[in-house]
C-alpha cells in the first residue's frame, strides 16, 4: 500500500483541491495528514477522507514531517507539500521505482533547471546547497529540499533522524545514501503554490548546512 504523507498549517485553500487530485491518481492510498492549522484545514482534510493527526500548537516541520511518516502505514510513503505545488501524477512513478525497481528513496527534483514558480534567490539557495553537498558527498544530487519524495517505510524506520530544527529533507536524504540504501533521483515539475509560504529561510539555510556537514563527518 501506498501512504501519501503532508504536514499542513494554514491549507484550507488548497487541502482539498489537492487530496482530490491524489485520489484520482491513487485511490486506494493512505492519506496521512499531519496538521497545525488555525483554520479549517483539519476539518476539510477530514471531510475528504484523510487520516488527520492534530500537532497543535505546532512544533515546527521537523516534528511534523517525523510524525507524519512514522506513523504512514503504507509499505512506501511518498511526501508532498499540501500547497498544489507538486504534481500528483508522478505518485505512482515514485511509487513504482521502489516496488518495482528495488530504489530505497526516490527524489523528485525540482531543479533540473530554474522553474518559474521559484523565486530566483531560491533557486540559487537550492541549488548552491545541493552542489556543497555533491561534492561532499562525491554523488550529484540537485535538491536537498524537495517536498516530493518516496520512501520504503522500513528505511524510515530503520534509521534515525534529528527532527529538531527546519530542513529535515536535507537529512531524509543524506542519511540514507550514507548508510548505502538506494537512491534515485528523478526530474519533477514545480508549480505555483495555492495560498502563503511559511518558510522561513535565514533559519532553513542554516539548519541545511548544519545537517550537511553534521552527515558527512557523522561516524
Request: charged share 25%; aromatic share 8%; proline share 6%.
Amino acid at each position: 500500500m501506498i501512504t501519501v504523507s503532508m504536514i499542513t498549517m494554514n491549507e484550507e485553500a488548497a487541502v482539498g483541491l489537492v487530496i482530490d487530485k491524489i485520489k484520482r491518481v491513487v485511490p486506494d492510498a493512505e492519506i496521512l495528514i499531519v496538521d497545525s492549522s488555525s483554520d479549517r484545514t483539519p476539518d476539510i482534510a477530514a471531510q475528504r477522507g484523510a487520516r488527520v493527526f492534530r500537532q497543535f500548537p505546532p512544533r515546527g516541520y521537523g516534528p511534523a514531517m517525523e510524525l507524519a511518516l512514522r506513523s504512514a502505514g503504507g509499505d512506501v510513503i511518498v511526501t508532498m507539500d499540501c500547497d498544489d505545488t507538486y504534481p500528483t501524477d508522478q505518485i505512482p512513478v515514485l511509487a513504482g521505482y521502489i516496488l518495482q525497481d528495488g530504489y530505497d528513496v526516490v527524489d523528485g527534483s525540482r531543479l533540473g533547471s530554474k522553474p518559474k514558480a521559484m523565486p530566483m534567490i531560491n533557486y540559487l539557495a537550492n541549488a548552491g546547497f545541493a552542489l556543497v553537498a555533491s561534492a561532499l558527498f562525491l554523488r550529484r544530487f540537485t535538491d536537498l529540499h524537495s517536498g516530493m519524495r518516496a520512501y520504503r517505510k522500513s528505511v524510515i524506520d530503520a534509521l534515525p533522524f534529528d527532527a529538531r530544527g527546519a530542513a529535515l529533507p536535507v537529512d531524509l536524504l543524506l542519511v540514507p545514501f550514507k548508510r548505502g540504501y538506494k537512491i534515485k533521483l528523478t526530474r519533477i515539475d514545480y508549480f505555483e503554490r495555492v495560498g502563503k509560504s511559511t518558510m522561513r529561510p535565514i533559519e532553513s539555510a542554516w539548519w541545511t548546512v548544519r545537517r550537511i556537514v553534521a552527515t558527512r563527518f557523522a561516524r
